[in-house]
């Protein structure tokens, strides 16, 4: 079983849409959550860090983390073009500074 | 306004060449990081260092080693590069403690190719 699970994707929504990112976990003594966007050719770049179960919110990004199920998600509203990416999910376990990331989804914003 | 540097955006090397990358960050960050990406395989970590002297190995360190003996520097060591070593090498930087502690902060990555 992989420490960090996501699917590749890719998923494709319409501009204006929502899109919905999802990453499930392996290790329960992981504490910190973190979503990186990457574009082709450029280096990942942190888009939400999120720590307590629940939602958390900044500007069309929400992320949503749920420990009991180990279960990290993304929310982008409001699609646009721009957004196409590849999206990375990051665990890192309480005390201890290893970050490990899942193989990330592949976002596609249709105009 | 560029935080983590990487000395070197592609390389060509010959199989059982050493290899050094080269990794500098400004930040006056504690830990920093190795990774190699691959298609389909996502970022692996391979070394981290969580102060200078200090490193761990990550998931996939054969074949490779590290060294910090500076706080800003962290540097990459193919003792005899492989083909099975092209790859994106992505070097980061983060804090422990306080406001963005353990975000990481990317260079923008060095290509080796091992002919």
């Known amino acids: 079983q992989k420490e960090v699970e996501q699917n590749s994707g890719p998923l494709s929504v319409p501009e204006g849409a929502i899109a919905s990112l999802n990453c499930t976990y392996s290790d329960r003594g992981s504490q910190s959550f973190f979503w990186y966007r990457q574009y082709s050719g450029k280096s990942p770049e942190l888009i939400m860090s999120?720590?307590?179960?629940g939602d958390k919110e900044d500007g069309r990004f929400t992320a949503q983390l749920n420990k009991a199920s180990q279960y990290v998600s993304l929310l982008i509203r409001d699609s646009q073009p721009s957004d196409s990416a590849t999206y990375l999910c990051?665990?890192?376990?309480?005390?201890?500074?290893?970050?490990?990331f899942g193989t990330g989804t592949k976002l596609q914003v249709i105009p | 306004d560029v935080k983590v540097t990487q000395s070197s955006r592609y390389l060509v090397k010959r199989t059982g060449e050493k290899v050094f990358l080269e990794c500098v960050q400004d930040m006056d960050h504690e830990n920093m990081f190795w990774y190699r990406q691959d298609p389909g395989l996502g970022l692996r970590l391979i070394y981290f260092s969580y102060d200078v002297k200090m490193k761990e190995k990550g998931d996939i360190p054969e074949g490779y080693s590290v060294s910090r003996e500076k706080k800003e520097r962290f540097s990459l060591i193919l003792e005899s590069a492989s083909t099975n070593q092209t790859s994106m090498y992505l070097c980061?930087?983060?804090?422990?403690?306080?406001?963005?502690?353990?975000?990481?902060?990317f260079g923008a990555g060095s290509r080796l190719t091992v002919l």
């Open positions: 990051a665990v890192k376990r309480g005390g201890y500074q290893k970050v490990t």
């Open positions: 999120i720590y307590s179960n």
């Open positions: 980061a930087s983060s804090i422990t403690l306080g406001s963005g502690a353990n975000v990481l902060t």
